[in-house]
C-alpha cells in the first residue's frame, strides 16, 4: 500500500474519553496502524502506564497495516468469564465489498477486574495489491458481546495513495536528521526513511565510522519491515555517487528486499562491493553479544520499532556483570583470547548499565519496558538484581 501517513497518536486516556460516553453497554475502539510492534507496547507494558499507539489514515500499495480492536463495557457470565468477538467490512471506494471476516475473538477469559480495557489477539495484516484501486477504503467492525447480547459499530476509514517519489530536499540539515531520527518509533514514517538515509550517508555525520551500525540498524529495520519501498530505493539508486551507492548496497542486501535481477545486474565497482557485503553476514543481534556494536544495534532497532524485544535482550545480557574486574585484570594476564574477550564483556557491560539508565531516563517507553521485566519477564536472579539498580538509579 501506498501511504501520505498522516499519524495521530492516543493515549489509554483518550481511549477512557472515548468509552466513558457508554460505560454500561459493550463499547470499544478500532486500530489500524503500520506499527508493526504495538501489540508489544500494549503487552508489554504495566497497566498503570499509558502505551501511545500511532494509527495511520493513508497506506500505500504492498504496504502492510494492522486492524484490530479493543473492547470494554464487557459483560461477564456467572464465573467471571467474558465473551466478546468481532467482525470486520473493508469496503472498495465503489462501494463493494474488498474483504470480510467474521467471529474474530476480542476477548473471552476469566476476568479479574472488567474495567480493564481489552485489545484483540485477533489482529489482521492487510495490504493492497498492485492491481488496486486508490482511494477511500471504509472499514467497519462490529464489536459483539456474547453476554449480553450487545453490539457496537464502529467505522473508519483509510487510503490508498501512489508513493511519493523519493525527495532530498525534504532533509534541511543535521539537526533535522537527528530529530527524525532519534524518536523514530513514536512517530514511524518509513516513506521519508530513503530521503534521510541517502542524507546520512552524503553528510559528514558518516564520516564517523562508529556511528555506521547503531545509524544503519534503525534504517535496515526501517526498510526490511517495508519492502514496498524498493520502488523508490532502486529508482533513486541510478543517480546516485558510488559512496551512496555502496550505503544503498548495505541496506538491499541487509534488509532482504533487494532483487536477484537487481544485483544480476550490478557490474565494476558496484559488484565488487556488493559481493563483499553478501559474504559478510550481518551480526546477530539476538545471539551471543560478544562486542558493543551489537549494543549499538540493538539500540538502533529500538529507534526503528519501539519493540519489546531489543530491550529484553539487551536486559538479559546484564548477567555480564560477573566480568565486573576483568578489564584491569586484563593488563596482568597473559592476555589469551579468552582473557581479551572477558575484559570486552566488562566494557560491554559498563557501556550497557550506562545505556539503560539514560535510556531509562530519556524514553518513557524503555522505562515502562522495564518495570514491565521486573515484574513479570523470567529473569535470572543476576538480571533482575541488575535491572533493579538500574531503575533504582533512575527515580
Request: hydrophobic share 35%.
Given at each position: 500500500?501506498?501511504?501520505?501517513?498522516?499519524?495521530?497518536?492516543?493515549?489509554?486516556?483518550?481511549?477512557?474519553?472515548?468509552?466513558?460516553?457508554?460505560?454500561?453497554?459493550?463499547?470499544?475502539?478500532?486500530?489500524?496502524?503500520?506499527?508493526?510492534?504495538?501489540?508489544?507496547?500494549?503487552?508489554?507494558?504495566?497497566?498503570?502506564?499509558?502505551?501511545?499507539?500511532?494509527?495511520?489514515?493513508?497506506?500505500?500499495?504492498?504496504?502492510?497495516?494492522?486492524?484490530?480492536a479493543i473492547?470494554?463495557?464487557?459483560?461477564?457470565?456467572n464465573?467471571?468469564?467474558s465473551?466478546?468477538?468481532?467482525?470486520?467490512?473493508?469496503?472498495?471506494?465503489?462501494?463493494?465489498?474488498?474483504?470480510?471476516?467474521?467471529?474474530?475473538?476480542?476477548?473471552?477469559?476469566?476476568?479479574?477486574?472488567?474495567?480493564?480495557?481489552?485489545?484483540?489477539?485477533?489482529?489482521?495484516?492487510?495490504?493492497?495489491?498492485?492491481?488496486?484501486?486508490?482511494?477511500?477504503?471504509?472499514?467497519?467492525?462490529e464489536?459483539?458481546?456474547?453476554?449480553?447480547?450487545?453490539?457496537?459499530?464502529?467505522?473508519?476509514?483509510?487510503?490508498?495513495?501512489?508513493?511519493?517519489?523519493?525527495?532530498?530536499?525534504?532533509?534541511?540539515?543535521?539537526?533535522?536528521?537527528?530529530?527524525?531520527?532519534?524518536?523514530?518509533?513514536?512517530?514511524?514514517?518509513?516513506?521519508?526513511?530513503?530521503?534521510?538515509?541517502?542524507?546520512y550517508?552524503?553528510?559528514?555525520?558518516?564520516?564517523?565510522?562508529?556511528?555506521?551500525?547503531?545509524?544503519?540498524?534503525?534504517?535496515?529495520?526501517?526498510?526490511?519491515?517495508?519492502?514496498?519501498?524498493?520502488?523508490?530505493?532502486?529508482?533513486?539508486?541510478?543517480?546516485?555517487?558510488?559512496?551512496?551507492?555502496?550505503?544503498?548496497?548495505?541496506?538491499?542486501t541487509?534488509?532482504?528486499?533487494?532483487?536477484?535481477?537487481?544485483?544480476?545486474?550490478?557490474?565494476?565497482?558496484?559488484?565488487?562491493?556488493?559481493?563483499?557485503?553478501?559474504?559478510?553476514?550481518?551480526?546477530?543481534?539476538?545471539?551471543?553479544?560478544?562486542?558493543?556494536?551489537?549494543?549499538?544495534?540493538?539500540?538502533?532497532?529500538?529507534?526503528?520499532?519501539?519493540?519489546?524485544?531489543?530491550?529484553?535482550?539487551?536486559?538479559?545480557?546484564?548477567?555480564?556483570?560477573?566480568?565486573?574486574?576483568?578489564?584491569?585484570?586484563?593488563?596482568?594476564?597473559?592476555?589469551?583470547?579468552?582473557?581479551?574477550?572477558?575484559?570486552?564483556?566488562?566494557?560491554?557491560?559498563?557501556?550497557?548499565?550506562?545505556?539503560?539508565?539514560?535510556?531509562?531516563?530519556?524514553h518513557?517507553?524503555?522505562?515502562?519496558y522495564?518495570d514491565?521485566?521486573v515484574?513479570?519477564?523470567?529473569?535470572?536472579?543476576?538480571?533482575?538484581?541488575?535491572?533493579?539498580?538500574?531503575?533504582?538509579?533512575?527515580?
Amino acid at each position: 500500500m501506498k501511504t501520505k501517513n498522516n499519524m495521530r497518536k492516543f493515549g489509554l486516556s483518550f481511549l477512557l474519553m472515548v468509552i466513558a460516553f457508554n460505560c454500561y453497554a459493550i463499547d470499544g475502539l478500532l486500530i489500524k496502524t503500520i506499527d508493526y510492534t504495538f501489540k508489544e507496547k500494549w503487552s508489554n507494558t504495566v497497566s498503570s502506564s499509558i502505551p501511545a499507539i500511532t494509527t495511520c489514515d493513508t497506506v500505500f500499495k504492498k504496504q502492510y497495516f494492522f486492524i484490530t480492536a479493543i473492547a470494554a463495557g464487557y459483560d461477564l457470565d456467572n464465573k467471571d468469564i467474558s465473551n466478546v468477538q468481532y467482525s470486520i467490512k473493508v469496503t472498495k471506494p465503489d462501494n463493494s465489498i474488498y474483504f470480510s471476516q467474521e467471529n474474530l475473538p476480542l476477548v473471552n477469559k476469566k476476568i479479574s477486574n472488567k474495567n480493564n480495557l481489552q485489545m484483540s489477539d485477533a489482529i489482521l495484516k492487510i495490504c493492497f495489491e498492485n492491481n488496486d484501486a486508490f482511494g477511500k477504503y471504509k472499514i467497519e467492525i462490529e464489536i459483539i458481546d456474547k453476554i449480553s447480547g450487545k453490539s457496537k459499530t464502529i467505522n473508519s476509514d483509510i487510503i490508498l495513495a501512489p508513493l511519493p517519489a523519493f525527495n532530498q530536499q525534504q532533509v534541511k540539515d543535521d539537526d533535522d536528521f537527528s530529530k527524525w531520527l532519534g524518536r523514530y518509533y513514536e512517530n514511524p514514517n518509513p516513506k521519508k526513511a530513503l530521503a534521510y538515509y541517502v542524507y546520512y550517508s552524503q553528510s559528514k555525520i558518516s564520516d564517523n565510522e562508529s556511528s555506521f551500525w547503531p545509524v544503519f540498524s534503525i534504517f535496515n529495520e526501517i526498510v526490511k519491515n517495508n519492502s514496498y519501498l524498493l520502488p523508490q530505493i532502486i529508482d533513486c539508486y541510478k543517480g546516485q555517487d558510488l559512496k551512496t551507492k555502496i550505503y544503498l548496497l548495505y541496506l538491499l542486501t541487509y534488509s532482504n528486499v533487494g532483487t536477484n535481477d537487481f544485483f544480476n545486474s550490478l557490474e565494476g565497482d558496484e559488484k565488487d562491493t556488493y559481493l563483499k557485503i553478501k559474504d559478510a553476514p550481518l551480526k546477530d543481534i539476538y545471539g551471543v553479544i560478544s562486542d558493543a556494536s551489537q549494543l549499538d544495534m540493538l539500540w538502533g532497532t529500538f529507534t526503528a520499532n519501539g519493540g519489546y524485544q531489543p530491550i529484553l535482550k539487551l536486559i538479559q545480557t546484564l548477567d555480564y556483570s560477573k566480568y565486573q574486574g576483568d578489564l584491569d585484570k586484563f593488563k596482568k594476564s597473559k592476555q589469551t583470547s579468552e582473557d581479551r574477550q572477558k575484559a570486552v564483556n566488562n566494557a560491554i557491560y559498563n557501556s550497557l548499565v550506562w545505556s539503560l539508565t539514560s535510556n531509562c531516563k530519556q524514553h518513557e517507553l524503555v522505562k515502562e519496558y522495564c518495570d514491565w521485566v521486573v515484574e513479570f519477564e523470567n529473569l535470572s536472579s543476576v538480571q533482575k538484581d541488575e535491572l533493579k539498580k538500574i531503575l533504582n538509579d533512575k527515580k
